[in-house]
């Protein structure tokens, strides 16, 4: 484990551009450090570390994870979450603990959304009886990306949403003066436009959504 985050360090410093850096870290309000890496280079670099054959057997999953979860630059979580992906195939029910984790340390929307929709909503397709239970949790946390990835990890799930839980989560959270839970409720409603305009449409017309939510929703309808 070491050995694979120690070699991964090397190439991102070796790439580092700190001219970039200051960009990105602007634009991520300066909550977090960059090596100043543009998201194809870096993509390009750390490929050679995501080779199925060449994987961390996945009982170090957790461990490297959080390593590279502490780390201050961001490049190391972008890299940690899209190296969990490639286990999503073999997901476990205690996997879950890990994705809240990730949530919840480091919070942004940039690493919030992929864990939501990639991870968690893989791990709610191989689980779904636990859906319910963790929303619940989550809406109860008052931590606004756990909240967020409540709505959003049914994003990409088209005919599979469930849309009893769906709609029983934006009426938890409405009336919430939060952004990043209100544009996450417009967003999820204008992807399942995509399938089911016609439900978007009768959802948003009978209920009371901030005007942010409601605009995303029929943006595509409209």
């Not at 634009?27 to 060449?54: A, E, H």
């Not at 502490?70 to 969990?84: D, N």
Request: hydrophobic fraction near 40%; include cysteine; proline fraction near 3%.
């Amino acid at each position: 484990m070491t050995s694979f985050i120690e070699t991964l360090e090397t190439e991102f410093n070796k790439n580092a551009n700190p001219e970039i850096a200051l960009q990105q870290e602007a634009y991520l309000r300066n909550q977090f450090k960059c090596y100043g890496i543009k998201t194809n280079d870096r993509r390009s670099i750390q490929k050679p570390f995501l080779v199925s054959q060449f994987l961390p057997p996945k009982t170090e999953l957790e461990s490297i994870i959080k390593t590279l979860w502490k780390k201050p630059q961001r490049e190391f979580q972008y890299f940690a979450q899209e190296l969990s992906f490639k286990y999503v195939k073999k997901i476990e029910q205690n996997d879950i603990a890990l994705f809240e984790y990730m949530v919840i340390n480091k919070s942004w929307w940039d690493t919030v959304d992929f864990i939501a929709n990639k991870l968690m909503g893989a791990y709610f397709k191989a689980f779904p009886k636990l859906q319910k239970a963790y929303v619940d949790k989550w809406l109860k946390s008052k931590n606004i990306w756990l909240q967020r990835a409540a709505i959003l990890f049914q994003l990409k799930y088209k005919e599979a949403i469930n849309t009893e839980l769906l709609t029983y989560t934006i009426n938890k959270l409405l009336g919430s003066k939060e952004f990043f839970i209100n544009k996450a409720i417009g967003w999820i409603l204008r992807e399942y436009s995509r399938t089911n305009p016609k439900w978007v449409l009768d959802f948003v017309e009978n209920t009371a959504l901030n005007n942010l939510s409601k605009k995303e929703a029929l943006r595509l309808i409209k």
